[in-house]
């Protein structure tokens, strides 16, 4: 058993079981321990790719987009609020960053074609873990205009309050902590899946009454409850609904985009999704064994953009678009050709890339990209 294993059952030791997300929180963000902080596990060579490794094509794309967002309200800007001198007018801030390699293509993209707008930019990383900023640092280290902060809630408390300001994540919310229930379709209630120890492994455990864990139930269409299945299993991710109320109270003016393989709300009650979206990945494959290893394997759920949707237009946000990645980076494809030519000299690798991320079997289809904006 590794170190974390121990730490974990010692932890369930001593309060009979915990809830599923505390398991996951230890197991992939556990300090010096957890997954996301013992190894470089994204790319061709670790666990899983994103549309990150793919190339920096993703990077380039969403530059390309997110400088056409900021020239636009520059547009609706009054003269007099555009001070002349180099304090920043623009603020990306960026979280899930990882190893800093979206930042780089973004920050990349801009510089060279964007350069006016490059100079009035601020690019925050939002970023809990000491590892994983030093990653970043090193990746970033031509960048001057690259701050770090600790939480979200530090964005206030910084001060920063540019005019215009971008909320973005690539894989950030399917990589929070969720909490799992399943239906007694005799009892026509929930109940949570938490975690125990039998004596020698982590196994599965129905949480007494007086246990459970304090979120909301998964919200279900009553009439599908009349015929959901005993045990048919899902998640609810309360921290990713906090993040994303959290950071859209803290925008003023400016977009919230969120990329990520996800479901409406719907969708997860289907037949094939019984038994949940939870997985645990290693070496390019998926399995269900979440139990296992923990700190040696991903763990990962679908997002809920119904739920984060909802979240966004219950304090304010307007909803611009909730579609599959391949339509939106084909969008911008299409503008940049029609508006300035760019992307019209792709050679053979950016080309394979962009089929790579809008291809239905690879990133295209079960990838979404959520727009808010206010
Ligand atoms: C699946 S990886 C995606 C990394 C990168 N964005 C990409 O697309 O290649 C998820 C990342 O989100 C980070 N993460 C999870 N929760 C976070 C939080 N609350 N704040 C900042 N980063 C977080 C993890 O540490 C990990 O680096």
Redesign the pocket.
């Given at each position: 058993m590794n170190p974390l294993a121990t730490k974990i059952r010692n932890e369930i030791e001593l309060r009979g079981s915990i809830p599923f997300a505390r398991f996951m929180e230890l197991a992939?963000?556990a300090p010096g321990e957890g997954y996301?902080e013992t190894q470089q596990q994204?790319g061709r060579s670790g666990d899983?790719i994103?549309?990150?490794?793919v190339g920096s094509l993703f990077g380039e794309l969403l530059a390309f987009q997110f400088a056409e967002w900021f020239e636009a309200a520059l547009h609706t800007t009054a003269a007099s609020q555009l001070s002349s001198d180099k304090t920043p007018l623009f603020q990306i801030v960026e979280?899930?960053?990882?190893d800093g390699?979206?930042a780089g293509d973004v920050l990349s993209f801009l510089s060279a074609n964007r350069p006016e707008l490059f100079q009035r930019l601020e690019y925050c990383i939002?970023?809990?873990?000491v590892l994983?900023q030093v990653w970043q640092t090193k990746t970033l280290k031509r960048f001057p205009n690259v701050k770090w902060i600790n939480?979200l809630s530090a964005l206030s408390a910084a001060g920063i309050n540019p005019m215009n300001r971008i909320f973005f994540?690539?894989?950030?919310f399917?990589?929070?902590p969720v909490y799992r229930f399943g239906w007694d379709a005799k009892t026509k209630s929930w109940f949570e899946w938490a975690v125990g120890w039998d004596g020698d492994k982590f196994v599965w455990k129905r949480a007494l009454e007086n246990q459970r864990s304090a979120v909301p139930f998964p919200k279900v269409d009553p009439a599908l409850l009349e015929v959901l299945p005993d045990e048919f299993t899902t998640e609810v991710c309360p921290?990713a609904i906090e993040?994303w109320t959290e950071a859209a109270r803290l925008l003023h003016r400016g977009k919230m985009i969120a990329i990520d393989y996800g479901l409406l709300a719907e969708e997860f009650f289907v037949p094939e999704r019984s038994g949940g979206t939870l997985r645990a990945i290693s070496r390019h494959h998926a399995n269900t064994e979440l139990l296992s290893n923990p700190g040696e394997q991903?763990i990962?759920a679908h997002v809920n953009f119904g739920a984060l949707k909802t979240a966004g237009e219950n304090v304010g946000l307007q909803t611009d678009a909730l579609l599959p990645q391949s339509r939106f980076l084909t969008e911008i494809v299409g503008r940049g050709l029609k508006m300035s030519g760019e992307f019209a000299q792709w050679d053979s690798v950016q080309r394979r890339q962009f089929q790579t991320l809008t291809h239905p079997e690879h990133f295209g289809r079960a990838f979404r990209v959520l727009v808010q904006s206010r």
């Amino acid at each position: 058993m590794n170190p974390l294993a121990t730490k974990i059952r010692n932890e369930i030791e001593l309060r009979g079981s915990i809830p599923f997300a505390r398991f996951m929180e230890l197991a992939l963000y556990a300090p010096g321990e957890g997954y996301y902080e013992t190894q470089q596990q994204i790319g061709r060579s670790g666990d899983f790719i994103t549309s990150v490794s793919v190339g920096s094509l993703f990077g380039e794309l969403l530059a390309f987009q997110f400088a056409e967002w900021f020239e636009a309200a520059l547009h609706t800007t009054a003269a007099s609020q555009l001070s002349s001198d180099k304090t920043p007018l623009f603020q990306i801030v960026e979280s899930g960053a990882h190893d800093g390699k979206l930042a780089g293509d973004v920050l990349s993209f801009l510089s060279a074609n964007r350069p006016e707008l490059f100079q009035r930019l601020e690019y925050c990383i939002i970023e809990p873990s000491v590892l994983r900023q030093v990653w970043q640092t090193k990746t970033l280290k031509r960048f001057p205009n690259v701050k770090w902060i600790n939480d979200l809630s530090a964005l206030s408390a910084a001060g920063i309050n540019p005019m215009n300001r971008i909320f973005f994540s690539n894989e950030l919310f399917d990589a929070m902590p969720v909490y799992r229930f399943g239906w007694d379709a005799k009892t026509k209630s929930w109940f949570e899946w938490a975690v125990g120890w039998d004596g020698d492994k982590f196994v599965w455990k129905r949480a007494l009454e007086n246990q459970r864990s304090a979120v909301p139930f998964p919200k279900v269409d009553p009439a599908l409850l009349e015929v959901l299945p005993d045990e048919f299993t899902t998640e609810v991710c309360p921290l990713a609904i906090e993040w994303w109320t959290e950071a859209a109270r803290l925008l003023h003016r400016g977009k919230m985009i969120a990329i990520d393989y996800g479901l409406l709300a719907e969708e997860f009650f289907v037949p094939e999704r019984s038994g949940g979206t939870l997985r645990a990945i290693s070496r390019h494959h998926a399995n269900t064994e979440l139990l296992s290893n923990p700190g040696e394997q991903d763990i990962t759920a679908h997002v809920n953009f119904g739920a984060l949707k909802t979240a966004g237009e219950n304090v304010g946000l307007q909803t611009d678009a909730l579609l599959p990645q391949s339509r939106f980076l084909t969008e911008i494809v299409g503008r940049g050709l029609k508006m300035s030519g760019e992307f019209a000299q792709w050679d053979s690798v950016q080309r394979r890339q962009f089929q790579t991320l809008t291809h239905p079997e690879h990133f295209g289809r079960a990838f979404r990209v959520l727009v808010q904006s206010r």
